[in-house]
């Protein structure tokens, strides 16, 4: 019985939705990342080094990561770690296989836009 209690405690204190970001907003987050990662002939461009799509994709994972607790919505994922270095401030660029670039930030924050408006339940 005490293995059922001390169990059934870390579990709550697992699921508390103040210790984790709202499954929406990860889901929001999974998606703006996949967007990257399925990018057919783009360049993220980081720190002026370019990378495929798979590689960018991995970079927002690790970063996501790194942060933790303290991105709790998909705009403060876009706005705190997909949008510049933490270390030059420099921005993050893509450049799409059609030669056109923009601004990360810009074509994530289009792309949220997208998944609200396809996913009506998942809006605030």
């Not at 293995?3 to 508390?16: P, V």
């Not at 907003?25 to 990257?36: F, P, R, V």
């Not at 360049?43 to 002026?48: A, D, K, M, S, Y």
Request: aromatic content about 8%.
């Amino acid at each position: 019985m005490k293995r059922f209690i001390a169990l059934a405690m870390l579990m709550l204190c697992l699921s508390n939705p103040a210790n984790a970001r709202a499954l929406i907003e990860q889901q929001k987050i999974d998606y703006l990342i996949t967007s990257i990662a399925n990018l057919k002939g783009a360049v993220f461009i980081r720190n002026g080094t370019e990378y495929d799509a798979k590689k960018a994709a991995e970079h927002l994972h690790e970063k996501l990561d790194y942060a933790g607790e303290k991105i709790k919505t998909a705009n403060e994922f876009i706005d705190r770690c997909a949008t510049a270095s933490w270390l030059s401030k420099r921005k993050y660029l893509i450049r799409f296989s059609d030669g056109h670039t923009t601004d990360s930030s810009l074509y994530l924050h289009g792309k949220l836009k997208e998944y609200e408006r396809t996913h009506p339940l998942h809006e605030k």
